[in-house]
């Protein structure tokens, strides 16, 4: 059935470095992946798409990179900031229809 | 103002009560969509809507029900809440038609917090 996992619940990043968040996905029909940033008491909000047509796509500060062969997403963040602490979100899609989540990864700065 | 406005944010209320939450959109999508957040957890999808004329079961439906009353407003029911339907319940709407220029995002509401005792 779909799901979307990911590795590593919580994740600690010194200011400054860069950050990667990982998922895992298991429905290789999958063809579109979204990473959704969640602050504290807001609601989701997006940060970065990519189609299964593409294997890496980049936006400010950040880098989606997309392994169909081993079904892996990963969310990488340039220079983390403190603004950066959330918990992260991997979703995808089949076929433009229902999103599915995965259970998110928790990013602390460090200062 | 918010573009999605769920309502109530907070709702303390006892098992076997009828509960309506509601959501109300000011973006013109077509696409509204019920999410349930459990803590420590991701986002659970209840039921998804793709045109007013268009309801579609998600993951846990079960134990909820939605109405569809026009394209900015999309309503999900409890008929008889039980305490494991405690969690926040998130609100969400897209545009989204595949196309190269469009994307899937989905823009949340802020969450209505159910507390089932």
């Known amino acids: 059935g779909e799901s979307v996992g990911l590795h590593l619940p919580t994740l600690s990043v010194q200011e400054g470095d860069n950050s990667i968040i990982n998922c895992a996905y298991s429905?290789?029909?999958?063809?579109?992946f979204i990473w959704y940033k969640q602050e504290s008491g807001k609601g989701p909000q997006f940060i970065i798409d990519?189609?299964?047509?593409?294997d890496k796509r980049q936006g400010q500060r950040v880098t989606v990179l997309l392994n169909k062969t081993v079904k892996h997403l990963s969310l990488q963040i340039a220079a983390t900031q403190p603004g950066d602490s959330a918990v992260y979100f991997c979703?995808?899609?089949?076929?433009?229809?229902?999103?599915?989540f995965g259970t998110g990864t928790k990013l602390q700065v460090i200062p | 103002d918010a573009d999605v406005t769920q309502t109530p944010r907070n709702r303390i209320t006892k098992t076997g009560k009828r509960i309506m939450l509601e959501c109300s959109q000011t973006k013109g999508h077509d696409r509204m969509y019920w999410y349930r957040q459990d803590p420590g957890l991701g986002l659970q999808l209840i039921y998804y809507?793709?045109?007013?004329?268009?309801?579609n079961k998600g993951e846990i439906s079960d134990g909820y029900s939605v109405s569809r009353q026009a394209q900015a407003k999309f309503s999900l029911s409890l008929e008889s809440a039980i305490p494991n339907q405690t969690a926040l319940y998130f609100c969400a709407t897209s545009d989204w038609t595949g196309g190269v220029s469009n994307t899937g995002e989905l823009f949340f509401g802020e969450g209505s917090r159910l507390t089932v005792l």
């Open positions: 809507s793709f045109d007013v004329k268009d309801i």
């Open positions: 429905n290789s029909a999958s063809d579109y």
């Open positions: 990519i189609r299964s047509n593409m």
């Open positions: 979703a995808e899609s089949r076929g433009y229809q229902k999103v599915t």
